[in-house]
């Protein structure tokens, strides 16, 4: 059985493209993943569908409200559930952390939207993720984002070939990558990649990966 995965957002639409292309649309037709997209004005307390209002202490802008949350997690949590909010204020989402995401039988994924969660919604969550430095418009691209990178890792949705040389591992950036034509208005393929010899390709690639990771995230390194 494959991995469930529970999308909590206010616009469902926007993940339309996202799942019906590519290796994740692949996914779901193998049923390596299951994906369900929720609107959780629906579990609204109110006649009118509102899911926001005004944050007590005054300020700016709108706060989501927890009832919705709350009333959608008492029907569709189980045991086997990680429930992931996304958030500036979350964890760095890295590379390590899509592993052991990708172990999970069910995952919930919350998406916020105006400027924030009630805080009594953190009680429910088991983790709390950032994807970077940056304000978004809402959470949506950020759960796409770790869809991505953990539906990648199950066992089964790409080759297994393929994970063991990419980005990150051993906390390396990938190595540089050619294909034909050999040459292209003056640019080469470097000769030892056409040399045959696999263990120079090997001991350049090794190379170039510390190189570019030494010049381009030397804090992978340390």
């Known amino acids: 059985m494959g991995m469930k995965i529970d999308i909590l957002t206010l616009f469902p639409n926007l993940f339309t493209g996202f799942l019906s292309e590519s290796i994740i649309k692949r996914a779901i037709e193998k049923k390596l993943l299951e994906i369900n997209l929720i609107n ?31 009333r959608c997690l008492d029907e569709i949590k189980t045991p086997d559930s990680v429930v992931i909010m996304l958030s500036p204020s979350g964890k760095p989402f890295k590379q390590q952390m899509a592993r052991e995401i990708s172990q999970a039988k069910h995952i919930i994924l919350i998406c916020g939207r105006y400027e924030g969660f009630d805080e ?23 759960a796409m984002v770790v869809i ?25 950036l990938d190595y540089p ?46």
Do not use: W
């Not at 953190?122 to 418009?137: A, P, R």
């Not at 990966?209 to 804090?219: F, G, L, V």
């Open 148 to 172: 991505d990178a953990v539906s990648r890792l199950i066992p089964g949705v790409i080759n297994a070939d393929s994970l063991t040389s990419e980005s990150f591992e051993e906390n390396l």
């Open 177 to 222: 990558n050619y294909t034909k034509p050999s040459e292209y208005r003056n640019l080469k393929v470097p000769d030892v990649l056409l040399s045959g010899d696999h263990a120079k390709i090997k001991a350049y690639r090794e190379e170039a990966r510390r190189n570019i990771t030494k010049k381009n995230r030397p804090d992978l390194m340390e």
């Open 40 to 70: 959780f004005r629906d579990y609204s307390p109110l006649n009118n569908g509102q899911v926001d209002d005004t944050p007590y202490g005054g300020g700016p802008g709108m706060v989501l409200r927890c009832e919705p949350i709350f």
């Open 120 to 142: 009594r919604i953190k009680t429910l969550v088991d983790l709390e993720v950032s994807i970077g430095d940056y304000v978004l418009t809402g959470g949506e691209v950020p």
